[in-house]
């Protein structure tokens, strides 16, 4: 894996972050492992502590294992104000999981984020690459229960 995404992008540290996104995207538990760090730290001649920096600023980074789908809940004042803390309520009913965790089967975890950019249909939220507006109880049910069916990213 790492020889095909190196292959990519030249060993300059301007490209870390674009290694980083590909090397998270392969993983199947979508998360940058020890190992990870260590071989890109190699390839870009950097010190693995400051790849640890960029993967803690950034939120979409995680160094921890994460489930077949991500969502990601916006956290951001107008989707609060419309209401996102009783989706997040609910997510965390359905899921039986708290904020940062993964389902006992694998196929979620449940993150909170800022603005996606669509205030305008709030509340939001993203599973994977799809972004979910205008939120309602119903809305989230049939949602997840697309993914339980559908098992899609
Ligand atoms: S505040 Fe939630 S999408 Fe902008």
Not at 117 to 132: F, I, L, Q, R, T
Not at 139 to 149: D, G, P
Request: net charge negative.
């Amino acid at each position: 894996m790492y020889e095909q995404i190196f292959g990519k992008y030249a060993p300059k540290k301007e490209n870390l972050i674009y290694i980083l996104h590909e090397i998270q995207d392969h993983h199947p538990q979508q998360y940058i492992s020890e190992e990870a760090i260590g071989v890109v730290a190699e390839y870009l001649s950097i010190s693995t502590s400051h790849i640890q920096g960029v993967i803690t600023f950034y939120t979409m980074f995680s160094t921890k294992p994460r489930g077949k789908n991500i969502i990601r809940l916006c956290e951001s004042p107008p989707c609060f104000l419309k209401g996102s803390e009783t989706i997040l309520r609910q997510l965390r009913e359905l899921l039986h999981v708290k904020i940062g965790e993964t389902t006992a089967d694998g196929l979620f975890t449940l993150e909170l984020c800022a603005c996606l950019g669509v205030c305008g249909n709030a509340p939001v939220m993203m599973v994977n690459e799809d972004v979910y507006g205008d939120l309602t109880a119903a809305k989230v049910e049939n949602i997840i229960a697309s993914y339980r069916e559908g098992g899609e990213r």
